[in-house]
T-cell receptor, first 110, second 114 residues
Framework: TQLLEQSPQFLSIQEGENLTVYCNSS?????LQWYRQEPGEGPVLLVT?????EVKKLKRLTFQFGDARKDSSLHITAAQPGDTGLYLC??????????FGKGTRLSVIA | KAGVTQTPRYLIKTRGQQVTLSCSPI?????VSWYQQTPGQGLQFLFE???????NKGNFPGRFSGRQFSNSRSEMNVSTLELGDSALYLC?????????????FGPGTRLTVT
């Protein structure tokens, strides 16, 4: 069974701080996706990474896929209150359903 | 283009009852997946339908079932509800059948079983 562990589970920081959240597995994934979910809504896809070592940037968000394609990280620079939400990673392998981590709940305080 | 819609948004049921949830995918999307989200277990895959056929099924009891219609709309049914079925049920659609492709989630149906 493939599992994705996300850490930390909860994170509360001040506006303007930087943060990194992690997504780790003992399994290899062919792709990894990051989602953000806000209260009362479904997850929204932020990025998909498919190549080991790949780095993608989305404004103040930087996503990295590990060289071995078993782990990923999300770094947010100068966090803003609008970044508050539940961050989920999801791993894909072959044509099997995505496996989701349990998420990191981020709160950015103004 | 309208997003994924789910009805109803909120539902309260009693143990032993059954419930049907509905999902309308984005126009043109043929694949619909269902997920159960709880604080303890996170997002867990229930099943996926593509062109009216169930292609994948998660590790849930037979009380959970679903179907997809010719217009790609999908329903899921939970019979003999248990307290542990209280959760947010999310539906996601994607254009094609590649499960690695981008999927778009609806807002979910919040089911409370009392």
């Amino acid at each position: 069974t493939q599992l994705l562990e996300q850490s930390p589970q909860f994170l509360s920081i001040q506006e303007g701080e930087n943060l990194t959240v992690y997504c780790n597995s003992s399994s290899v994934f062919s792709s990894l996706q990051w989602y953000r979910q806000e209260p009362g809504e479904g997850p929204v896809l932020l990025v998909t990474v498919v190549t080991g070592g790949e780095v993608k940037k989305l404004k103040r968000l930087t996503f990295q896929f590990g060289d071995a394609r078993k782990d990923s990280s999300l770094h947010i620079t100068a966090a803003q209150p609008g970044d508050t939400g539940l961050y989920l990673c999801a791993g894909g392998s072959g044509n099997t359903p995505l496996v989701f981590g349990k998420g990191t709940r981020l709160s950015v305080i103004a | 283009k309208a997003g994924v819609t789910q009805t109803p948004r909120y539902l309260i049921k009693t143990r032993g009852q059954q419930v049907t949830l509905s999902c309308s995918p984005i126009s043109g999307h043929r694949s619909v997946s269902w997920y159960q989200q709880t604080p303890g277990q996170g997002l867990q895959f229930l099943f996926e339908y593509f062109s009216e056929t169930q292609r994948n099924k998660g590790n849930f009891p037979g009380r959970f079932s679903g179907r997809q219609f010719s217009n790609s709309r999908s329903e899921m049914n939970v019979s003999t509800l248990e307290l542990g079925d209280s959760a947010l049920y999310l539906c996601a659609s994607r254009p094609q059948g590649d499960l690695r492709g981008e999927q778009y989630f609806g807002p979910g149906t919040r089911l409370t079983v009392t």
